[in-house]
């Protein structure tokens, strides 16, 4: 393929075009980029960062997309017969004539009536030429040299600062660590570690993430130590360590072109802002989380995080994300998967096609010669018929297909040519016809014989896949085994498998007669992923209510409220009332999420609650369920409410309701705190105006001994 704009650099040949259709591809694609993000200002920090990953991505694919493209593709059938125009100075007006024997051994007296030019200017400029390029290339090579010199340095001493530093491994580190990575959906917390080396924490390791954090650690808060795990594991959640690595690469080969560099720094301070996204999205406070970053900044003079590590925060990318942290206006919501595949499918195509585009002289008529062209006799061709293409009758033993089968082929093939055509057209002759060789031979034995053929390899496949024996065995340990550790062990394991019959009436069992409470707990967690079922549903409920252990009762509550579903909400009701607050807690946040209509008595009594957490506990799970049966208990704790947070709150669920709010909320119109005030508006435009909710903390995942 060419393009227009690239077309005048036809002239050129060799080293010097490839260097400077790199130089103007990388440009074209930088500019692009650049393009989108400046029309995405007021979307979201993930969406950003995507255009700059797969713009990086991109430039690296570039050389081998010029290496590969145009790929010449031979097609069927053969123009024959066309014959090159000779060159023009080789054109003679007398016929060539050919000398036997070459006067003096002299190879120029060979052809005669035209001058072959000397060659020595020409391999004198050739080698002026290539010794330029040459040391372009050295000096090159030189600096890629030096920067990845500079970066494997600087692994070197991630590794070092690694080693020397210790595992946090006690209680007040592992409890929020596990609630961070089961709120961010980590199948495996990344390990944590103390150095007296950093000075700002940070996280590396491509492999096997790490999380690693200054001395000064030993003295923060339990807010502060989730808002700095929640940072730092959303890098490793997001995979943001491995579009570092792609910025630094793509800065080492591309390191004169100074809007790659502008690139890479994009692609950076927009993974920080995501994944403080992230962060406000799992519940952190927008100025809590702001303050405890200015509080780790501030304290931190002079910043010796190796360059190959994500530092929490950088002093001079750090007021922009304050600002952007603690802007209302700003969606702090991650792309969906239908906008990043949008956008990640039209980079990747402007990319093919700026990469894989080469330079096309114009077509030229070719000029009138008296040049005798060779001779092609009958005999030399190949025997083809006259269609083009040999006959079938000759492939198939010289007799005929019969007539059933080209009418029940032919729709195909015209289905597969057409195909073939659009991806020949859309992407290259070669692409197009690979796919469409590989749909035709797949095409051809789509008969009904085939087709059950398929069918029973399927069945087949999925008999081997349901042969799992895993939860059997591990049923059987849960059931028989005498030490209590392993039994747990089996629990937690059959988590994975809670959906299958065998695995919930095991677990079931062990909830209701397992004389070990760790065990019973464990089984209870695992119960949350049993997709509604009876078995799973009366067990929990029956824990809930009678279990002697107090954290068997609370797992069991949280468990109900993953489980979800309206049959719950009775015992779920009943357990607000208990004693026990950490139990009147998770029963408040399982009804907020188990798509309840109408809300029990009990949880809208809880806005009278003495405890303040439960009272916002109350006002989210009302914002879940949208009951306008709520809305005169929500405009009475509204009015004798002291909290400006709960207040925000109570207004945030009265939204949800609808146009039944509308009494309730009118009175905050004339509100002296501007933020009641624009929180109110918000509110009189619709429930999500007000923007999202973020999600209590659940019941962190529980990890066997």
Request: hydrophobic content about 45%; proline content about 6%; aromatic content about 4%.
């Amino acid at each position: 393929m060419s393009l227009t704009f690239l077309s005048s650099l036809s002239g050129l040949t060799g080293p010097n075009v490839s260097m400077l259709m790199l130089f103007v591809k990388a440009t074209i694609i930088l500019l692009v980029a650049l393009g989108i993000t400046l029309s995405m200002q007021r979307a979201s920090a993930g969406a950003r960062h995507l255009v700059w990953l797969v713009t990086v991505a991109a430039l690296l694919l570039v050389p081998a997309l010029m290496a590969w493209a145009p790929i010449p593709v031979r097609m069927l059938p053969a123009e024959l017969g066309l014959v090159p125009a000779a060159p023009s100075n080789l054109v003679a007006s007398s016929p060539i004539r050919v000398d036997a024997t070459p006067k003096g051994g002299d190879v120029s007296n060979i052809v005669s009536g035209s001058a072959l030019p000397s060659g020595s200017i020409e391999n004198r400029s050739a080698l002026s030429a290539m010794s330029g390029i040459s040391i372009l290339l050295l000096i090159w090579a030189a600096v890629v040299v030096m920067i990845a010199g500079s970066l494997g340095y600087a692994s070197l001493v991630v590794r070092r600062i690694v080693n020397r530093a210790r595992p946090l491994d006690t209680e007040d580190w592992l409890t929020p660590l596990w609630e961070v990575s089961d709120r961010l959906a980590l199948d495996e917390p990344p390990r944590l570690l103390r150095s007296e080396d950093a000075k700002m924490p940070f996280a590396c390791g491509l492999l096997n993430a790490t999380i690693v954090l200054p001395a000064e650690c030993d003295g923060w808060s339990l807010d502060r130590r989730r808002a700095v795990l929640l940072h730092e594991l959303a890098h490793v959640r997001r995979h943001d360590l491995v579009g570092h690595t792609l910025g630094r690469v793509a800065c080492a080969v591309y390191w004169f072109h100074p809007l790659v560099w502008k690139a890479a720094k994009q692609l950076r301070s927009e993974s920080e802002r995501a994944c403080d996204d992230l962060a406000l999205a799992c519940g952190a406070r927008a100025t809590d989380y702001a303050e405890h970053l200015l509080d780790i900044v501030t304290s931190v003079r002079r910043d010796t995080t190796p360059s190959v590590a994500l530092a929490m925060a950088r002093r001079k990318e750090f007021e922009g994300r304050m600002l952007a942290i603690l802007d209302p206006e700003l969606r702090h919501s991650s792309p969906s998967r239908r906008q990043s595949a949008a956008l990640i499918g039209s980079l990747a195509l402007i990319s093919i096609v700026v990469g894989a585009a080469a330079p096309a002289r114009r077509a030229q008529e070719a000029p009138q010669s008296n040049a005798v062209a060779p001779v092609v006799k009958d005999a030399d061709l190949p025997k083809v018929a006259e269609k083009g293409y040999p006959d079938s009758r000759e492939i198939i033993d010289g007799s005929k297909t019969h007539t059933n089968t080209q009418t029940a082929t032919i729709q195909n093939q015209q289905t597969v040519t057409t195909l073939s055509e659009q991806l020949s057209t859309a992407f290259g002759t070669a692409v197009g016809t690979a796919v469409g060789s590989a749909i035709r031979s797949t095409a051809s034995v789509t008969t009904p014989d085939a087709l059950r053929q398929l069918l029973s390899r399927r069945d087949t496949q999925n008999a081997v896949k349901d042969s799992d024996e895993r939860p059997t065995l591990l049923a059987r340990i849960l059931a028989t085994e005498t030490n209590p550790s392993l039994r747990r062990i089996a629990a937690w394991g059959l988590a994975d498998h809670a959906h299958k019959q065998v695995a919930a009436e095991a677990l079931a069992t062990a909830l209701r007669r397992d004389s070990d409470p760790t065990v019973r707990e464990m089984a209870a967690w695992a119960l949350a992923d049993a997709n509604r079922s009876g078995i799973a549903v009366d067990a929990l409920v029956a824990a809930l209510r009678s279990d002697a252990n107090t954290r068997v009762r609370v797992i069991s509550a949280w468990a109900l409220g993953n489980v979800g579903g309206r049959s719950v909400s009775d015992a779920l009701a009943a357990a607000l009332s208990d004693p026990n607050v950490e139990i009147r807690k998770r029963a408040a946040w399982a009804l907020g999420n188990s798509d309840l209509r109408q809300a029990p008595p009990a949880l809208i009594a809880l806005l009278r609650d003495q405890n303040p957490d439960m009272r916002e506990l109350a006002a989210w799970a009302l914002y879940q369920i949208e009951d306008p049966a709520a809305i005169p208990a929500l405009d009475a704790a509204l009015r004798s409410e002291p909290s400006k947070n709960l207040q925000i709150a109570y207004i945030r669920a009265l939204a949800a309701t609808g146009e039944r709010s509308v009494d309730a909320l009118k009175s905050l119109l004339e509100s002296k705190d501007p933020e009641i005030k624009a929180i109110a508006v918000r509110a009189l435009a619709g429930g999500q105006a007000t923007g999202p909710w973020p999600w209590p903390w659940p019941e962190p995942r529980p990890f066997p001994d």
